[in-house]
């Protein structure tokens, strides 16, 4: 997982434990409560995750929630989250990839059709201090080489980011690094993960 940030340092000397995880709806809770529970972090986000399991999570874990749903599977809905101690302001939301006004049942064979791209960006307070974090989970492809859409969908979501101001930016990027995708963003952003 990838985590970019503008290239000022957000806030100066303040440090801010973030966690980036792609949950991939329950397969990995068995590892991931425990990991979360002992790391602390200040700012966790979210993959793949079901409404359900995150409101479980973040009772245990003690801290607030932000959701934008991608998609429903079994008729549940699964997207993308950030968690903090302290959420700040309302949530932004915004779509770069809308394949339907209403959210459909996932197909894998069909994912680009009944999967939403979405931004979500929310405040959070770490060390008395706000910062703006956005998380996503980017377009996918079969064999991780940019296809039409990717490269449309990164156009949008760098539109998106444009105008948003200082953030720190985490998720699923489904683009590998040092490629077509992931070049566009480090080109822009500062890449914070060795």
């Not at 979500?120 to 008395?128: F, G, I, K, R």
Request: one cysteine or more; aromatic letters at 8%; charged letters at 25%.
């Amino acid at each position: 997982r990838t985590n970019f940030s503008q290239e000022s340092h957000l806030g100066g000397a303040t440090t801010m434990k973030l966690i980036s995880l792609n949950v991939e709806g329950h397969r990995h809770w068995k590892r991931a409560i425990p990991f979360l529970t002992k790391e602390q972090a200040d700012v966790i986000c979210l993959q793949e995750v079901l409404e359900k399991d995150l409101i479980a999570i973040a009772k245990k874990l003690e801290m607030r929630y932000v959701f934008a749903p991608m998609t429903l599977k079994h008729g549940e809905k699964s997207g993308i989250a950030i968690i903090a101690r302290s959420l700040v302001g309302k949530p932004r939301i915004k779509h770069y990839h809308l394949p339907s006004r209403r959210l459909k049942e996932y197909e894998e064979k069909n994912k680009r059709k009944t999967m939403r791209q979405v931004l979500l960006v929310s405040n959070v307070v770490c060390e008395n201090k706000k910062f703006p974090v956005a998380a996503t989970h980017f377009t996918w492809t079969p064999d991780g080489n940019p296809d039409a859409l990717q490269r449309s969908n990164i156009r949008k979501l760098l539109g998106i980011l444009s105008s948003a101001g200082e953030f720190v930016l985490a998720g699923d990027f489904n683009a590998p690094r040092g490629g077509e995708v992931f070049g566009m963003l480090a080109s822009k952003y500062k890449d914070n993960i060795p």
